[in-house]
């Protein structure tokens, strides 16, 4: 029942294109991304039935026991597996981890799933071409999709009704995070005694506190999650042994078979005799393997596809990232090349300055092509809105004008949270934190960049502004020029460098408080 995977040409990677009729139930030590090109499929995963289409796509962990059917007449499927014992090194408890991409449409979750599509077949591309450095920007991107999988696919809730994981976006993901612990816990040590106490005094938070907590986020007690881990785990050694139900339900942690059996009926639908002799017959070894494998050429419209997209990954509550492929940026939209001509008044509002200079940026972020920089002008009697105070200081928004200014290159991506444009042997990136309460990690994934770069980071902080400043004076009407200077000197962007060498693709990240805005240059050195 267990498939050993062959890597080859020393990667801890290995992609497949299948026509499928038929894959014996199975497990194995890797994970792997199946991902529908056409047609349906049924994947068997444990106790569940997924009906995959075509664009669907879906992950097996490992250990998992799974197989595959043909539900249409015609199929193709790409499946890429990656080795946990190699991945291991820099992804603790990767072989303990839950992914679910199961997930609702919405443009959030579709975002997450085109990013992953994206990076899996950056993979796919570079062993189809097999260019000249090849294998350092596979195992670049194989990284950063792991990554992501962490970020973006980790939250789930069970559904009894259908029996499966169903993804969940969280907005606490501090609580995520230890809630993944917990699961990654039992996963780890289900044959043990597992109590939420313990696990509790690990976290250092009340035991009933962190029940409550499980309950919220998973969608069942700790006692029945550990429950259902343990009749999972027990399948392999049901269908490849005749063990008796008593020993197998000892192996995996019950303390009597009557309890296992109550809990295998409510995930398996049966017995656990009557499951043995049902589907004993249907694992590797004992069913027949009917599938036609296919090269990578029998693909390259679908790659081809995948390299004409913009690589970018959505927005999460706290974790924001983007993927930004050189090679594949098309030239022929500029920022601000048909901007209308209309008044500032139309682009700001409000009384804050950093909140109008966010106010601008939203605006822009809205149709690129098509906004118009900044004016520069003078507060007035009636306009607050300028990017200079009415005696001369400098606001967040004549720093938004000037950078804008020195960057009106071709669009390369952008999304309602950042953009990057493209110049001449240049590139910037001007991105923001909008919430008003959390700091936010913001990330971005580069490709097909290698060499040595120089970041310049030019940071807008909300607490920093001209006017923050000023208030501290009560607004005194007479600065002197000593008192405007430190002003000038305070308020301007916090200036930081940072230099990456890359082999191909590199991750640039930054943390910013609310209300934050980053502008950052990269240039080759």
């Given amino acids: ?71 249409s007449g015609n199929n193709l499927v790409v499946i890429l597996s990656l080795n946990v014992d ?29 990013a992953l599509k994206i990076h899996m077949f950056s993979i796919i591309s570079e062993l189809h071409s097999r260019k000249r450095g090849y294998k350092n920007r596979i195992m670049d991107t194989a990284h950063t999709l792991i990554d992501s999988l962490y970020s973006d ?83 392999v050694e049901l269908l490849t042994t005749d063990h008796s139900i008593a020993h197998i339900s000892s192996n995996v942690g019950f303390s009597n078979a009557k309890y296992y059996v109550e809990n295998f009926i409510e995930w398996f639908g049966c017995h656990p005799k009557e499951y043995r002799q049902l589907y004993g017959k249907e694992i590797l070894g004992r069913a027949k393997n009917r599938f036609r494998q296919l090269p990578l050429d029998s693909i390259n419209d679908v790659i081809e596809s995948y390299n004409e997209r913009p690589a970018f990954t959505g927005a999460s509550q706290q974790v924001m990232s983007a993927s930004l ?53 003078v507060d007035s009697e009636n306009d607050r809105r300028g990017t200079l105070t009415f005696n001369g ?28 444009t493209l110049g001449n042997e240049k590139a910037a990136l001007l991105f923001f934190n909008d919430d008003t309460d959390s700091r936010h990690d913001m990330e971005f994934n580069f490709f097909n960049m290698p060499g040595r770069y120089q970041i310049t980071e030019h940071r807008l902080c909300s607490d920093s502004t001209c006017l ?46 609310p209300h934050d805005i980053m502008l950052a240059e990269i240039k080759k050195l």
């Avoid at 606001?395 to 990057?420: A, E, N, V």
Wanted: glycine share 4%; aromatic share 14%; hydrophobic share 35%.
């Fill in 1 to 71: 029942m267990f498939q050993e995977i062959n890597y080859e040409d020393e990667l801890p990677v290995k992609v497949q294109v299948l026509e499928i009729e038929q894959i014996p139930w199975h497990t194995h030590n890797d994970i792997q991304i199946v991902y529908v090109l056409e047609g349906e499929i049924e994947l068997k995963l444990t106790y569940a039935r997924y009906r995959l289409s075509k664009n669907n796509i879906h992950i097996i962990h490992n250990e998992d026991v799974h197989g595959f059917r043909a539900l």
């Fill in 86 to 114: 190699y991945f291991s090194a820099r992804h603790p408890s990767l072989d303990s981890q839950v992914f679910t991409t199961k997930v609702s449409e919405n443009i959030a979750t579709y975002k997450k799933q085109l």
């Fill in 153 to 235: 696919f980790r939250g789930f809730t069970v559904n009894h009704e259908k029996r499966t994981f169903e993804h969940q976006v969280s907005r606490d993901p501090v609580q995520m995070e230890r809630i993944s612990r917990v699961v990654t816990f039992v996963y780890s040590n289900y044959p043990y005694k597992l109590g939420l106490s313990s696990i509790a005094e690990a976290e250092n938070i009340n035991s009933y506190y962190l029940s409550h907590l499980f309950q919220r986020f998973v969608g069942d007690s700790f006692r029945n999650f550990v429950s259902m881990v343990r009749v999972e785990m027990s399948e």
């Fill in 325 to 377: 492929d050189f090679r594949k940026i098309k030239s022929g939209r500029h920022f601000g090349s048909n901007a209308p001509d209309i008044s500032p008044g139309e682009f700001y509002s409000g009384y804050d300055a950093q909140q109008d200079c966010l106010d601008v940026l939203k605006s822009i972020l809205k149709c690129p092509e098509s906004a118009a920089i900044p004016q520069a002008s």
């Fill in 393 to 420: 200081m400098k606001k967040p928004l004549y720093y938004l004008r000037h950078f804008l200014l020195g960057h009106q290159g071709t669009i390369g991506s952008f999304d309602d949270w950042y953009l990057m």
């Fill in 468 to 513: 923050s400043f000023w208030k501290q004076l009560d607004f005194k009407a007479n600065l002197s020029d000593g008192e405007m200077w430190q002003i000038l000197q305070m308020s301007a962007p916090r200036l930081s460098w940072k230099t990456v060498d890359s082999s191909g693709s590199f991750t640039y990240s930054a943390s910013l408080d």
